[in-house]
């Protein structure tokens, strides 16, 4: 038996759309600045919908509540070694109800007053440079600075109508 065992990375993503527009965040990478969906990995007994609503907060400002299940994605980046990535991505809301920011706090936004109610906290997880919300030809158009291919996948199958109930993983504590 090998002395040490292989183990994916576990992270949750979150589409969130509204009016057309996608809620993306701009963050720092060894690659540069990428735009990635509101995404990270779990903490020690989390559950995947706890990571999800946690994540959306710390790197948007947003309180978001997960709706469905997108998918369940796995990748291995092309120089990541033996790297890989199990994403489970989520269809999420923003919860204007409890988006309450400190005053004088914003993300960058485009028609703001078409926007949910809400504004980012000063201090977002390190290395997020700012939230956006992008139609979708703006999605297509910097898919160059995609922090994954996964990014403009989860959007797609979103567009496509893909809804799982989020029953479909369950958490046993």
């Known amino acids: 038996m090998s002395a040490s065992i292989w183990k994916p990375n576990a992270t949750v993503a979150l589409v969130v759309e509204h009016a057309g527009r996608y809620l993306l965040v701009e963050e720092h990478t060894d690659q540069g600045l990428r735009f990635n ?72 936004r485009h028609d703001a007053a078409d926007l949910p109610a809400g504004a980012a906290r000063a201090h977002l997880d390190d290395g997020i440079v700012r939230a956006v919300w992008l139609d979708y030809d703006a999605v297509l158009a910097c898919r160059e600075r995609h922090r994954s291919p996964l990014v403009l996948q989860c959007i797609d199958d979103y567009r496509a109508g893909r809804r799982f109930p989020l029953d479909l993983v369950r958490h046993h504590d």
């Open 37 to 108: 969906q509101p995404a990270g990995h779990l903490d020690p007994g989390e559950s995947l919908l706890a990571a999800c609503v946690r994540e959306g907060y710390e790197e948007t400002g947003y309180a978001i509540e997960p709706q469905a299940l997108v998918g369940i994605y796995q990748w291995s980046p092309p120089a990541g070694g033996d790297l890989t990535y199990l994403r489970f991505a989520y269809a999420g809301r923003v919860d204007e109800a409890a988006s309450v920011a400190p005053a004088g706090v914003t993300v960058e």
